[in-house]
């Protein structure tokens, strides 16, 4: 198992006497697709979330591409962050409703202090263009000014600008119109294909993942009961 | 119609997806359960999920009135404290104040005065007197008055009956005043503009007992105009009172009754043949328990209303007798009437509180009865750009005049082309004293309101502190922390500053911490944590923007009130000294000549009323901006 890009491994959440995430354990490689279906309040976005330590798991370990992530601190983990990005299910409440899409797909470079005044605009508008957005016609644009699956697309777009290996699709079409959602899904395929991401991709609707994702993990509270294609 | 109500319940149904997808999002961080089950189970009471967590919520409410009990007593605590250190913290010394009042001859040498030290304990230090004053509390003793040497006690007492023979008339007024407001609502069925309310509970005291006092007492002589003899002596006061009360009182009622009305439950009620009028009964008893609580502003502001009222109607009752003691330096006596005016506030908010759980009954403990939304009321924005305008136009006028040039030959002269709103006593133009008062107050005001906005937002990250810190300031009216401030610091603009200063920020600052929480909350946080930003980045970048913006706007609708607030000290002599033109010094030095020269009075009247206005206009305008702001989502 040692090709593969995320391993979990017995991930325990818990929210005081409730145990949301019980001993999860699951692998994905480069350019793989798992599903994690289930029920809601069965522990899916709780396990997302400890996948991308924006909560600490109680027990369990997380390996990504390797390395073991559960006992590094915030500041050892900060530059190992932008390889793993989350694009979460509300397009309008994951980006900052004060700024313009350019600015928030702009945001990653300068924080990661890849910010180039000559190149970063053209960099910004290929990052735009690679999900279907022009950079003249929505650049500045603020969320609101957005459609929802324009939104969902800057917000892919914003994910991509860190260069990630891994992207958490935490229900990533579920506030979509069905409309919408087929687009976004191919977008997701395409940029898949192109980069070898890998998708850990979280979802209530079994029916949407049949065609899309390698592997389906069937959760239950807390419990994984079943991994197959 | 059919059309509307699908369109309706479309918008609202996306609203709860709405609602639903940021609680998703939220989720990813935000404990669920019993972490942090204040917020959540806050968070979800409103948006109508009776399903889940009903072991959370059962206990919410328990935990917050414990929080609000403790924060209360610990409010309560401070402000004792306050009061007790009172002479230590003046850190001036009175002695030579002392032995003026107490006998005009004596030379003021250094023994005479060091004598009086000692006899006042001025040399104690300031752990003991606050210790000895707490022990004679617990005793029934209020110490000796430094002044005129006799017992506190009694003249609090004295004074503490006038009181509330007073409030008891006020209080009656109120209710007048509320059921006259509130009773078309409940007859037609359907809501009022609800301006003419907001309009009554914004006259602050001092103005309308002038007004009472210049109109019944003066012109009509309906009205004794002073003095506390017999039933007559009452009306005045009272009317000045119980009317600002009960018009906030009536709002209240008015703004909350027309949602009540369109519950279903009373469509059922009609559709079965009950009577309109247990109908209407029936909707007061839904409407009412949720809004008792508020009735303990009220009792805050009839305490606060009281000192103005009994000093322009020279009332001797506790208001006059607190105001009195801080003017001339007497801390035991202020202590006394201080203490005794915040337990008076204390009492009537404790009564509200029984008389909550008598209607409440049961449903109390589930805290399921909240009040359905008032719908938001629009004001033309030309409302208050008008009100502005005016007042904008008088002060501009002013202020190219002399405020200081005596004239004597003018004196309480009539308005002219020479002085276009007559002169004052002194024979100073009326009308640049205005224009270069507005300057002071409103100047003062906008010092003050930058500062609050400044503390508010700094300390909006300390949810904690502020929730204590704003039980105090809800407890406090600003006459009363004027008085305070005025007896440390002594009377003066600084003073009456950072009076309204400290109780203007807590609200600001409550703002603050509900805007920080909610950023916190937010999606794109996590998504910037998620980049591989730097805690400094998040703050500077994203929390500081979406909070520094909100507050300063919902600080600059403050502003008329801080203003009005600024010319209630004034007026009462804790502000601004003279000659300074401040409005309600202003008010105050006219009210000698009222009735030779009613125009160097009405003028400051009717600018602190189009000021009061522009108050009430302003907080009605900024409903709509609050809701859009409530939700990302925008249009």
């Keep these: 198992m040692s ?66 992530l559960t006992g590094l601190d915030e500041r050892a983990l900060r530059p190992l962050r932008p390889a793993m990005q989350p694009v979460f299910q509300d397009p309008y409440g994951s980006l900052s409703p004060r700024r313009t899409i350019r600015d928030a797909v702009a945001e990653p470079l300068r924080v990661q202090g890849r910010w180039d005044a000559a190149t970063g605009p053209a960099r910004v508008a290929e990052l735009l263009a690679l999900v279907g957005l022009d950079e003249a016609a929505h650049g500045g644009r603020r969320p609101h000014e ?32 069905p409309s919408v959602r087929a687009g976004i899904l191919n977008l997701l395929s395409d940029l898949q294909e192109r980069f070898a991401l890998g998708y850990l991709f979280i979802c209530h609707e079994p029916a949407l993942v049949r065609h899309f994702a390698d592997r389906t993990a069937e959760m239950r509270a807390g419990r994984i009961e079943r991994i197959g294609p | 119609m059919s059309g509307a109500t699908a369109e309706g319940s479309a918008r609202h149904g996306l609203r709860r997806t709405a609602a639903g997808l940021r609680r998703g999002a939220a989720d990813l961080t935000r404990t669920v359960g019993s972490v942090r089950p204040g917020t959540a189970g806050a968070d979800r009471a409103p948006r109508g999920g009776r399903g889940g967590g009903h072991g959370t919520r059962r206990w919410v409410p328990g935990g917050g009135r414990v929080a609000r009990a403790a924060g209360t007593v610990g409010a309560l605590g401070v402000v004792l404290a306050v009061v007790g250190l009172l002479p230590w913290l003046s850190g001036r010394d009175p002695a030579l104040t002392v032995l003026r009042a107490r006998s005009a001859e004596q030379e003021a040498t250094p023994e005479a005065l060091d004598a009086i030290r000692a006899d006042l304990g001025l040399d104690a230090g300031p752990v003991t007197p606050p210790v000895r004053w707490a022990a004679g509390l617990l005793r029934g003793d209020l110490g000796t008055s430094w002044v005129s040497g006799t017992d506190v006690l009694p003249s609090v007492v004295t004074g503490l009956r006038v009181s509330l023979g007073l409030m008891g008339a006020a209080l009656t007024v109120a209710l007048i005043v509320a059921v006259a407001l509130a009773a078309p609502v409940l007859v037609r069925g359907r809501g009022t503009s609800g301006a003419f309310a907001a309009m009554l509970a914004a006259v602050p005291e001092f103005l309308l007992a002038t007004v009472v006092l210049i109109v019944a007492g003066v012109w009509l002589g309906l009205l004794p105009t ?110 006394g009437a201080v ?32 009040l359905p939304a008032a719908p938001a009321r629009r ?99 600003p006459v009363i922390a004027g008085i305070l401030v005025a007896a440390v610091l002594g009377p003066g603009t600084d003073g009456a500053a950072l ?28 998504a910037q944590k998620a980049i591989g930003a730097i805690p400094g980045w998040i703050l500077w970048r994203h ?88 939700s990302p989502h925008g249009g």
Excluded at chain 2, 504 to 523: D, F
Excluded at chain 2, 559 to 578: E, H, N, T, V
């Design chain 1, 3 to 68: 090709g593969s890009l995320l391993e979990v491994r017995d991930l325990v959440v818990r929210y005081g006497p409730v145990v949301a995430v019980d001993h999860v354990s699951f692998d994905l490689s480069a350019g793989e697709t798992l599903a994690l279906v289930g029920p809601s309040g069965c522990g899916k976005s709780s396990t997302a979330a400890a996948v991308l330590r924006l909560r600490r798991p109680d027990a369990g370990e997380v390996r990504f591409e390797g390395r073991e």
């Design chain 1, 146 to 177: 957005l459609s929802g699956g324009q939104c969902q697309r800057a917000g892919i777009a914003r994910a991509l600008a860190c260069e990630p290996r891994l992207l958490v699709l935490d229900e990533p079409v579920s506030a979509l119109d």
């Design chain 2, 226 to 335: 002073s003095g506390w003899q017999g039933p007559a002596h009452l009306v005045g006061p009272a009317v000045a009172l119980g009317v600002p009360a009960g018009g906030l009182l009536g709002r209240l009622v008015a703004d909350a009754l027309p949602a009540v009305l369109g519950e279903r439950w009373v469509e059922l009620w009609r559709g079965a043949g009950v009577s309109p009028a247990r109908v209407a009964l029936a909707a007061l008893r839904r409407a009412l328990p949720p809004l008792v609580p508020q009735f303990g502003m009220v009792a805050v502001g009839l305490t606060g209303g009281a000192v103005a009222v009994e000093t322009v109607f020279a009332v001797p009752g506790i208001g006059r007798t607190a105001l009195g003691a801080a003017t001339s330096q007497d801390l035991p006596l202020l202590q």
């Design chain 2, 339 to 370: 203490l005794a005016l915040l337990a008076l506030g204390l009492a009537v908010g404790a009564l509200a509180a029984l008389v909550r759980r008598r209607l409440l009954g049961p449903a109390l403990r589930d805290a399921g009865l909240t």
């Design chain 2, 379 to 477: 004001v033309a924005p030309a409302v208050p750009a008008a009100l502005a305008a005016v007042l904008a136009a008088v002060i501009g006028w002013g202020l190219l005049r002399d405020p200081y040039t005596v004239d004597a030959a003018a004196r309480l002269a009539a308005p002219s082309p020479a002085h276009p709103l007559g002169a004052d006593g002194l024979g100073r133009d009326v009308l640049a004293r205005l224009g270069h008062g507005a300057a002071a107050t409103v100047g003062t005001a906008v010092a003050v309101c930058a500062l609050s906005w400044l503390v508010a937002v700094a300390l909006g990250f300390v949810p904690r502190l502020t929730s204590g810190l704003s039980d105090i300031a809800n407890a406090l009216p």
């Design chain 2, 499 to 526: 009076a309204v200063a400290l109780i203007s920020w807590p609200p600001l600052a409550a703002h603050a911490a509900a805007l920080v929480q909610e950023v916190r909350a937010s999606g794109f946080l996590l």
């Design chain 2, 543 to 630: 929390v500081l923007p979406s909070v520094a913006g909100p507050v300063a706007r919902h600080a600059a609708l403050r502003l008329p009130g801080m203003a009005l607030a600024l010319a209630s000290l004034g007026f009462l002599g804790l502000g601004a000294r003279p000659p300074a033109p401040e409005w309600g010094l202003l008010l105050e030095e006219s009210r000698a000549y009222v009735e030779r020269a009613p125009w160097a009075a009405l003028a400051p009247a009717l600018a602190l009323a189009l000021l009061a206005g522009l108050a009430v206009a302003l907080s009605a305008a900024a409903r709509p901006t609050r809701t859009t702001r409530r």
